[in-house]
């Protein structure tokens, strides 16, 4: 599977490159970043610290996208949006791992999904992803006696919070119950806040540090708590998950899926 990488000179990128080059079936076609970077013409496997591999970072997407199988995108919103119109155009399979993505943006990826295979996620790790179909079903077996709150912690560089995986988990928390998760989360709190309302479902976001990926999800009842935990310990298990998905992906219909269906756990 010919899979092309956006964002390929960043730290993601290059992880993918890696993964993409050691796994079976797969092969890195090339890499888009943005007109001006200072990566463009580079190989990706000397970027990704692997040896020259004969894919290069280029700045036009169209040139790309014509002569591939597939593209992996952790990159910005504006950018997924943009590239996955073209990967409809293009009919093929987009994996996307950017978060911070609005209600418009998820709107036109949902419509992008009618001609193009795509597989979203909040967060590609398989581990999490476990963790989000545990959450959901925790979730439904204890009643509103039990407080749920979404902890999570990333390194300094990242800009938006909470995180798409806090977020994803918080989702799986509110399916379980059966209720919205936007009528009922509660992000941050500062000041006389006042008893917590019973049902919510609370955030809470720290930055700092080198820290790839933190997130707790506690119930927390009166005389006893349920802590769920995942760590990231390395970028190598968002790009795994992201070729598994691409080759769950290649071959079947034009849709919008999630990592729930790659790991086949939507009962």
């Given at each position: 599977?010919k899979?092309?990488?956006?964002?390929?000179?960043?730290?993601?990128?290059r992880?993918?490159?890696?993964?993409?080059?050691?796994?079976e079936?797969?092969?890195?076609?090339?890499?888009?970043?943005?007109?001006?970077?200072?990566?463009?013409?580079?190989?990706?496997?000397?970027?990704?610290?692997?040896?020259?591999?004969?894919?290069?970072?280029?700045?036009?997407?169209l040139?790309?996208?014509?002569?591939?199988?597939?593209?992996?995108?952790?990159?910005?919103?504006?950018?997924?949006?943009?590239?996955?119109?073209?990967s409809?155009?293009?009919?093929i399979?987009?994996?996307?791992?950017?978060?911070?993505?609005?209600?418009?943006?998820?709107?036109?990826?949902l419509?992008?999904?009618?001609?193009?295979t795509?597989?979203?996620?909040?967060?590609?790790?398989?581990?999490?992803?476990?963790?989000?179909?545990?959450?959901r079903?925790?979730?439904?077996?204890?009643?509103?006696?039990?407080?749920?709150?979404?902890?999570?912690?990333?390194?300094?560089?990242?800009?938006?919070?909470?995180?798409?995986?806090?977020?994803?988990?918080?989702q799986?928390?509110?399916?379980?119950?059966?209720?919205?998760?936007?009528?009922?989360?509660?992000?941050?709190?500062?000041?006389?806040?006042?008893?917590?309302?019973?049902?919510?479902?609370?955030?809470?976001?720290?930055?700092?540090?080198?820290?790839?990926?933190?997130?707790s999800?506690?119930?927390?009842?009166?005389?006893?708590?349920?802590?769920?935990?995942?760590?990231?310990?390395?970028r190598?298990?968002?790009?795994?998950?992201?070729v598994?998905?691409?080759?769950?992906?290649?071959?079947?219909?034009?849709?919008?899926?999630?990592?729930?269906?790659?790991?086949?756990l939507?009962?």
């Open positions: 599977m899979l092309a990488i956006a964002g390929a000179g960043g730290r993601m990128g992880a993918l490159a890696r993964i993409i080059h050691q796994t079936g797969c092969e890195v076609a090339g890499g888009l970043e943005a007109p001006g970077s200072p990566h463009i013409g580079a190989d990706l496997g000397e970027l990704a610290g692997i040896g020259p591999i004969g894919a290069t970072v280029n700045d036009d997407p040139a790309l996208i014509t002569h591939i199988d597939g593209i992996v995108d952790f990159t910005a919103p504006a950018a997924s949006v943009a590239l996955v119109e073209l409809a155009q293009a009919r399979v987009h994996v996307i791992g950017t978060t911070g993505l609005s209600p418009d943006d998820d709107t036109k990826i419509a992008a999904a009618r001609h193009a795509i597989v979203k996620s909040g967060n590609m790790s398989l581990g999490v992803n476990v963790l989000a179909a545990v959450v079903k925790v979730a439904a077996a204890l009643d509103e006696s039990f407080d749920i709150e979404i902890v999570e912690m990333h390194h300094r560089h990242k800009i938006d919070a909470p995180s798409g995986t806090a977020l994803l988990l918080g799986a928390a509110a399916d379980g119950r059966g209720v919205s998760l936007a009528e009922c989360s509660v992000r941050g709190r500062d000041g006389i806040t006042g008893p917590r309302p019973k049902g919510t479902i609370g955030f809470a976001s720290l930055r700092g540090g080198s820290v790839i990926g933190e997130h999800v506690i119930f927390a009842g009166d005389a006893e708590r349920i802590e769920l935990a995942h760590r990231a310990e390395s190598d298990v968002f790009a795994q998950g992201a598994k998905a691409a080759l769950w992906a290649k071959g079947r219909k034009p849709g919008l899926y999630s990592m729930i269906d790659v790991l086949g939507t009962n």
